[in-house]
T-cell receptor
Framework: SQELEQSPQSLIVQEGKNLTINCTSS?????LYWYKQKYGEGLIFLMM?????EEKSHEKITAKLDEKKQQSSLHITASQPSHAGIYLC????????????FGQGTELSVKP | GAVVSQHPSWVICKSGTSVKIECRSL??????MFWYRQFPKQSLMLMAT?????????EQGVEKDKFLINHASLTLSTLTVTSAHPEDSSFYIC????????????FGQGTRLTVV
């Protein structure tokens, strides 16, 4: 089965700083999802990447998919306290109704 | 994006009782629904996948008689935790997606279950 490993597991940055979260897959990536979660709440969909080399941006968050490296990165520019939360990458299984399998998450704290 | 509503958002129950959690897709038809469990400071663990009108597929190690899943319509799935015990206390999240190979999965806001 496919596994996702996220790094770092936790991150504390000063407000205004840039940061990058990585998600590495044990198998070939055919598509990858990024979600954000506030602890104790549901998941907020950020982006879906489907093709190698694809890059998407939403406000100050940019995600890229590197198929060769079986990796995706999420980059936040000029971080703000509102960016704090848990970031999860997920991949869809090609069987069983396309279930989403998640990495262990990266907990981001932004110091004002 | 599409809206998935989960109810209740939190519930406290006594050991031995059963608790039902509802997951509704409000503005789309959810062909498939997923139920996850999340422990503090951990990621989401998939419990089961359900397709409308058919039996749920449970992940390895998840007791199907303990966690009853019903997906009777294209907008509603329910998870019933039967004979709840304190170790069942957790955060449960549902996810729903429509038909099509590249549709997004939208998540409910989660249910915090505490068994006392």
């Amino acid at each position: 089965s496919q596994e996702l490993e996220q790094s770092p597991q936790s991150l504390i940055v000063q407000e205004g700083k840039n940061l990058t979260i990585n998600c590495t897959s044990s198998k070939t990536l055919y598509g990858l999802y990024w979600y954000k979660q506030k602890y104790g709440e549901g998941l907020i969909f950020l982006m879906m990447l489907q093709k190698g080399g694809e890059e998407k941006s939403h406000e100050k968050i940019t995600a890229k998919l590197d198929e060769k490296k079986q990796q995706s990165s999420l980059h936040i520019t000029a971080s703000q306290p509102s960016h704090a939360g848990i970031y999860l990458c997920g991949v869809r299984s090609h069987n069983q109704g396309g279930k989403l399998i998640f990495g262990q998450g990266t907990e981001l704290s932004v110091k004002p | 994006g599409a809206v998935v509503s989960q109810h209740p958002s939190w519930v406290i129950c006594k050991s031995g009782t059963s608790v039902k959690i509802e997951c509704r897709s409000l503005d789309f038809q959810a062909t498939t629904m997923f139920w996850y469990r999340q422990f503090p400071k951990q990621s989401l663990m998939l419990m089961a996948t359900s397709n409308e009108g058919s039996k749920a597929t449970y992940e390895q190690g998840v007791e199907k008689d303990k966690f009853l899943i019903n997906h009777a319509s294209l907008t509603l799935s329910t998870l019933t935790v039967t004979s709840a015990h304190p170790e069942d206390s957790s955060f449960y999240i549902c996810s729903a997606r429509g038909s099509g190979s590249n549709t997004e999965a939208f998540f409910g806001q989660g249910t915090r279950l505490t068994v006392v």
